[in-house]
């Protein structure tokens, strides 16, 4: 059976709803402790971050930080994104339902393939019913230290192929090449200019990622 390993943050889940608010937040934690000066922030820029792993994205985003100080920041933006997603402020974007529902009839085997802890995993499969469409999770929190192709690879012997990879971020793609296996990136994503170009394919629309899947793998 053909298996889809499917990105998670900007590529299903339409995650700045919840993402930016809750960016805004943490920021604001380390400026009133004095580790930050006030910045206003863009959704754009912030949507910038998603798909990264939590020390990655600190690391690059502010460097002089110790983990004793980013930690904590990072906790407070997860539980503030929990807030909102119970709130019911977070959701897919506007025709992926319809796509894992097209993709599960056809005969495909669907994997979730994140960059995402365990709680945060946990969380939306309870939320918006995840296991309707997902035989398997293969998150970062299974696989500490590894970077995304890292554990792709490692997971990939696990499933049937032929394989195929949809996602959003650089992270999902080079995965994908590394990994010798066909991808499609998704411009209705977070990604910045570029960061598709070794896509095999780019949809514009969740409702292409169907027929742009049997184009690839059949």
């Known amino acids: ?10 590529t299903l889940h339409d995650t700045i709803r919840v993402y930016a608010p809750a960016f805004r937040t943490g920021y ?26 939590v020390a990655d994205m600190w690391h690059a985003f502010m460097p002089e930080l110790t983990e004793e100080q980013w930690r904590p920041i990072s906790r407070l ?16 974007y506007d025709g992926i339902e319809e796509a894992l529902d097209r993709l599960k009839a056809g005969g495909y085997q669907l994997v979730l393939l994140s960059n995402s ?33 890292e554990y792709f690879q490692k997971a990939l012997p696990g499933f049937d192929g032929p394989y195929a990879v949809v996602g959003d971020r650089f992270h999902d793609i080079d995965a994908a090449v590394r990994a010798g296996v066909p991808s499609i990136g998704c411009g209705y994503g977070c990604a910045r200019p570029g960061e598709l170009d070794q896509a095999s394919v780019v949809v514009e629309s969740p409702r292409q990622i169907p027929d742009a899947v049997k184009r690839l793998i059949g």
Do not use: S
């Open 77 to 92: 933006i997860g539980k503030e994104m929990f807030r909102l997603i119970d709130e019911g402020h977070a959701g897919f």
């Open 28 to 53: 604001a934690q380390l400026v009133e402790q004095g580790l930050a000066q006030p910045r206003e922030f863009t959704d754009e820029w912030i949507a910038g971050w998603l798909g990264w792993t």
């Open 1 to 10: 059976m053909p298996t889809v390993f499917f990105d998670y943050d900007g």
């Open 117 to 149: 802890q365990h709680a945060y995993c946990n969380r939306h499969r309870e939320v918006f019913g995840l296991d309707r469409w997902f035989c398997d999770y293969v998150i970062a929190g299974d696989y500490p230290g590894m970077e995304k192709w």
